[in-house]
């Protein structure tokens, strides 16, 4: 039955026409798409598009089976390596190929990862390495960024230099899918019987920090408690290792009713042409994030680090940013 359910959902996620139809960084699928397989709803869904590496050798990649969406280029001696939240995967793409334009001289040169930030830390803590299936490698990072407060910790920490430099901020929204049939209209809805969700572990997700915020403004501790302990008991909240992955896709397989996301997420998979719409939450229940970054303590390329953090900050970068609703952090932002 779930197969047959995610077969029905692929039938409308993605087109087989043309490579920019699953592009990470389009802006909406082509008019007439042809219906695409099963594994469409299944990351990559940049098609490999988001790798900036130039030379990438034998192109070997199994949807649902065998990928890796969030690590990006060439290990073979790169000259910037970029460690950064996986909340806006979508635009390191543009962000790397702008950046490239600016700084030719490190043209596929680029490597970055999108893990969740608690996880980044987690890998710099265990000497820059980490193991993914079967594969296990090791790089220093030259730039960390993550939410200001959590790129400060790590400066008084001492893994990472000062100034956190904020460059935008975002907030959330309800990820649901496409037509929401369960017909959430906010967070309170949660409380209703039956409603599955699926929400970013506060285990290593830093965004669970700001979910939790949000769900005690819309319905107080007894809200946040129901979602993040009753629920996941009872088995209707899944709790996510990687939530811009798992959550679209949990929605996308039928798992789960809503789930609470960064909105630029959310604009991504419309945009990208998934089964995926959002409900918004008002500023009164919301939490803001805003994003920094830093140059990490004993970085190898800190020149290329610092190069990159006064781009994020530019008006190239912005507007890219902007495409998925994201706004630029105020001159004091803290």
Same mark, same amino acid.
């Given at each position: 039955?779930?197969?047959?359910?995610?077969?029905?959902?692929?039938?409308?996620?993605?087109?087989?026409?043309?490579?920019?139809?699953?592009?990470?960084?389009?802006?909406?699928? &082509?008019?007439?798409?042809?219906?695409?397989?099963?594994?469409?709803?299944?990351?990559?869904?940049?098609?490999?598009?988001?790798?900036?590496?130039?030379?990438?050798?034998?192109?070997?990649?199994?949807?649902?089976?065998?990928?890796?969406?969030?690590? +990006?280029?060439?290990?073979?001696?790169?000259?910037?390596?970029?460690?950064?939240?996986?909340?806006?995967?979508?635009?390191?793409?543009?962000?790397?190929?702008?950046?490239?334009?600016?700084?030719?001289?490190?043209?596929?040169?680029?490597?970055?990862?999108?893990?969740?930030?608690?996880?980044?830390?987690?890998?710099?803590?265990?000497?820059?390495?980490?193991?993914?299936?079967?594969?296990?490698?090791?790089?220093?990072?030259?730039?960390?960024?993550?939410?200001?407060?959590?790129?400060?910790?790590?400066?008084?920490?001492?893994?990472?230099?000062?100034?956190?430099?904020?460059?935008?901020?975002?907030?959330?929204?309800?990820?649901?899918?496409?037509?929401?049939?369960?017909?959430?209209?906010?967070?309170?809805?949660?409380?209703?019987?039956?409603?599955?969700?699926?929400?970013?572990?506060?285990?290593?997700?830093?965004?669970?920090?700001?979910?939790?915020?949000?769900?005690?403004?819309?319905?107080?501790?007894?809200?946040?408690?129901?979602?993040?302990?009753?629920?996941?008991?009872?088995?209707?909240?899944?709790?996510?290792?990687?939530?811009?992955?798992?959550?679209?896709?949990?929605?996308?397989?039928?798992?789960?009713?809503?789930?609470?996301?960064?909105?630029?997420?959310?604009?991504?998979?419309?945009?990208?042409?998934?089964?995926?719409?959002?409900?918004?939450?008002?500023?009164?229940?919301?939490?803001?994030?805003?994003?920094?970054?830093?140059?990490?303590?004993?970085?190898? +390329? &800190?020149?290329?680090?610092?190069?990159?953090?006064?781009?994020?900050?530019?008006?190239?970068?912005?507007?890219?940013?902007?495409?998925?609703?994201?706004?630029?952090?105020?001159?004091?932002?803290?």
């Amino acid at each position: 039955m779930i197969r047959r359910a995610m077969f029905r959902l692929a039938a409308v996620a993605c087109a087989l026409g043309a490579a920019a139809a699953c592009r990470e960084a389009t802006t909406r699928a &082509p008019a007439g798409a042809v219906a695409a397989p099963p594994t469409a709803v299944f990351p990559p869904w940049s098609g490999g598009a988001n790798n900036p590496a130039l030379n990438k050798g034998l192109e070997f990649t199994v949807p649902e089976v065998d990928n890796l969406p969030d690590f +990006h280029g060439s290990l073979n001696d790169p000259k910037l390596v970029i460690f950064v939240g996986g909340n806006y995967f979508f635009a390191m793409a543009p962000l790397v190929q702008a950046f490239e334009q600016q700084h030719p001289e490190l043209r596929g040169r680029i490597f970055y990862i999108t893990i969740p930030p608690g996880l980044l830390i987690k890998m710099m803590e265990a000497g820059n390495t980490i193991t993914v299936g079967n594969m296990t490698w090791t790089v220093a990072p030259d730039v960390y960024a993550a939410g200001l407060k959590k790129v400060e910790e790590q400066i008084t920490a001492g893994k990472l230099v000062a100034p956190a430099v904020p460059y935008v901020t975002n907030d959330l929204t309800i990820m649901v899918p496409k037509g929401n049939p369960a017909g959430i209209t906010s967070v309170r809805d949660f409380a209703k019987p039956g409603v599955r969700l699926v929400m970013p572990n506060p285990a290593w997700e830093g965004i669970a920090r700001q979910v939790q915020a949000t769900l005690k403004k819309a319905g107080g501790d007894s809200l946040a408690t129901l979602v993040y302990d009753t629920k996941v008991k009872d088995g209707s909240t899944l709790l996510t290792q990687i939530h811009h992955r798992q959550t679209p896709l949990f929605l996308m397989q039928g798992r789960a009713d809503a789930g609470i996301t960064w909105k630029s997420e959310a604009i991504f998979q419309e945009q990208a042409g998934h089964p995926i719409g959002h409900v918004d939450i008002p500023p009164a229940d919301n939490t803001t994030a805003i994003y920094a970054a830093a140059v990490v303590k004993g970085a190898p +390329h &800190p020149a290329a680090a610092r190069a990159w953090i006064d781009f994020l900050r530019s008006s190239a970068a912005l507007a890219i940013f902007g495409r998925y609703g994201f706004k630029p952090a105020p001159a004091d932002a803290k």
